[in-house]
């Protein structure tokens, strides 16, 4: 009886495990779409492709990468000057209120001060490698 008791427990365990996982998975499903939609408020200035800058520079692949960096576009020359690499923190402070962060930046203050939007958002930048 215990035998078959552990196996039911066993099997109860990793159904749960199964359907957390699928119940994340949705979840992170969602935030990307969400963030997807949040982007579109930048996307009169940033272009998702690698290849092309328009008023401001190309977003595929800011996670992680180095302020200032995104081939064939001219940063300003505080931007050139700065020194950090766009974390999960950068990316919050910096649609919050990039003045804060840089005030010589000529990028328009964005202000994405919803932490559920930032959240949004940075799922779905992060997806862009």
Not at 121 to 126: E, N, P, Q, T
């Amino acid at each position: 009886m215990s035998k078959r008791l552990g196996l039911a427990v066993l099997a109860a365990t990793l159904f749960a495990s199964g359907a957390a996982g699928a119940a994340e998975d949705r979840t992170q499903a969602a935030m990307v779409a969400a963030g997807e939609a949040v982007f579109h408020r930048c996307m009169s200035c940033h272009s998702l492709d690698p290849a092309e800058n328009t008023f401001g520079p190309s977003l595929y692949g800011v996670v992680g990468r180095e302020v200032g960096t995104q081939p064939r576009f001219a940063y300003s020359a505080g931007m050139q000057a700065a020194d950090f690499i766009w974390t999960e923190d950068k990316l919050r402070a910096w649609v919050a209120d990039n003045t804060a962060v840089l005030p010589t930046t000529r990028m328009r203050h964005v202000s994405i001060t919803d932490p559920a939007e930032q959240d949004y958002l940075i799922a779905f930048l992060k997806t862009l490698k």
